[in-house]
């Protein structure tokens, strides 16, 4: 019989293979390949599947080559622990869960499968791939070295289910994926096939459907991630999250790369001890928040969430102003920082556009929604329309031009309410001529306003005035700070 000792003190009941005192399952690869060479991976193989066939669904101490498990049915968790497998492929199966205790894998591939719980803990893992899987429980990947991590398609199905109750505190542990204390880690993805492993399952006759799901849960939780610090990887995307649906939790991060966070719904947001070597990328995200995170989470994130390099936030949705107005504003400084003044305001412009929105919205009495309101159209009219917030030199240019040499002469042209002293207007081009010395506040003297002349003279001085002032205090802020 095997000699295999179980933690619980059991042995192992198989029968050890020839001049060995373990059985196949358990026999060391230095052993069984000196003993059986090529011969043990078949060995292993057949020996693995025996017992699955038989409904075993826990391997303690097994040394294993390349196994696939396909088509099984258990109510039971799958268990492995204390184990070192080459390669796991687990494929179109519906089991209890998978636990993987103190384990070294080099490859695992979960791939088509509804489960209820997957607990990953203490194990070495160089690559991690969950594809197209149903789950009703969560998943815990905590306190490992993962190198590479992967999620595809992978979505909560499971009913909703009442939050426990613990230090007088509900939370929800239903629809959970959560990522913690790996080390080691060169890359974390949701929704990003690799090209290598695309070629492995097309090798395993895997078919690999190119249509994806989004990652949907109830919350995503990525915390206490050591990132391999090789200076070869520091430049590439060390954490890609793609069409994630759910709360998102990010924790304790030293992010040695750049981050990206590319279309989902994304509710709760929290970023918290973030710090990002490189850049950080929003494209087509949608974001919401409800009171209490505005009131709690948000006004830290400027604290909590620190750029090295630029933020991008390009075509994202926000549940509201106020949560628009703070990711711009991060976005804006961290250019700033890098010396792109340019780039720089065209976040500055979109964050004063969210400040706005935010006076639109405000609520209470009415007198004071009203006063909020003709702030917010005072804005648009004086400040936005002619200069994006100070950000546009060409605009008040180009307004000016077309006030002055179009609109107001044909208004003095359409009322005839312009004379001359000595001289007689006999084209459009005089009222033009009026027009420019009048925003221009020359005033010759060689014609003048008459009746409602007056109001249109006094209206474009005043215009012509405080254009140029615009314009100047636009031109010098662009190129002379």
């Known amino acids: 019989m095997c000699e295999y000792v179980y933690e619980n003190g059991r042995k192992c009941e198989l029968k050890a293979v020839e001049g060995s005192k373990y059985c196949a399952l358990h026999i060391p690869y230095d052993e069984g390949e000196r003993l059986f060479g090529e011969r043990i991976e078949e060995l292993k193989e057949e020996a693995f599947n025996q017992e699955i066939q038989k409904g075993v669904t826990y391997f303690e101490g097994v040394h294993l080559y390349n196994i696939r498990i396909s088509d099984f049915r258990s109510e039971k968790s799958l268990i492995f622990k204390n184990s070192r497998i080459k390669s796991l492929v687990i494929e179109s ?3 209890g869960g998978l636990m993987l ?3 070294t894998i080099n490859r695992l591939v979960i791939i088509d499968n509804k489960l209820k719980t997957i607990l990953v803990k203490n194990c070495r893992i160089f690559g991690l791939n969950i594809l197209r899987l149903d789950f009703e429980n969560s998943i815990y990947i905590r306190d490992s070295v993962v190198r590479y991590l992967m999620m595809n398609s992978v979505e909560h199905v499971g009913k909703e289910k009442p939050s426990e109750e613990e230090y007088g505190e509900r939370g929800h542990v239903y629809g959970r994926i959560e990522v913690s204390g790996l080390r080691d880690v060169r890359r974390i993805t949701l929704n990003v096939m690799y090209p290598l492993l695309k070629k492995y399952l097309k090798e ?3 078919e690999i459907k190119e249509r994806r799901r989004i990652v949907k849960a109830k919350m995503l939780v990525i915390r206490n991630i050591q990132f391999d610090p090789n200076p070869r990887f520091k430049r590439q995307v060390r954490l890609s999250i793609r069409n994630f649906h759910g709360q998102l939790l990010l924790e304790n991060l030293e992010v040695l790369g750049h981050m990206e966070i590319f279309g989902g719904r994304i ?6 001890h973030m710090n990002i070597h490189n850049n950080l990328i929003l494209k087509g995200t949608s974001f919401y928040g409800d009171s209490t995170w505005n009131l709690t989470v948000l006004p830290n994130l400027i604290a909590e969430l620190n750029v090295s390099g630029f933020m991008i936030v390009e075509k994202c949705r926000f549940s509201n102003p106020r949560m628009e107005e703070i990711f711009y504003r991060l976005a804006r400084t961290s250019w700033e ?10 976040y500055y412009y979109l964050e004063m556009l969210a400040k706005r929105k935010e006076k639109l919205s405000v609520r209470g009495k009415r007198y004071r929604r ?3 309101k003709a702030e917010a159209y005072f804005e648009w009219l004086f400040v936005d329309l002619t200069c994006k917030y100070g950000t546009d030199w060409k605009r008040p240019i180009l307004i000016w031009l077309i006030a002055v040499n179009v609109l107001f002469p044909l208004v003095y ?9 000595r001289a007689i207007l006999n084209s459009f081009l005089d009222y033009e001529y009026f027009s420019i010395v009048t925003a221009t506040t020359l005033g010759y003297g060689d014609y003048h ?3 409602i002349g007056k109001v249109f003279a006094s209206l474009e001085a005043l215009f012509g005035m405080f254009m140029w002032a615009v314009f100047l205090t636009v031109f010098a802020r662009k190129y002379m700070r």
């Open 337 to 346: 920082k890098s010396g792109d003044k340019e780039k720089a305001d065209e």
């Open 449 to 451: 306003p008459a009746g």
């Open 101 to 103: 205790h103190n384990c």
């Open 370 to 372: 009203l006063l909020y």
């Open 267 to 272: 509710k709760l947001p929290e970023f918290v």
């Open 413 to 421: 042209y359409m009322t005839e309410s312009v004379e001359g002293l």
């Open 204 to 206: 395993l006759g895997i």
């Open 93 to 95: 199966s519906k089991v």
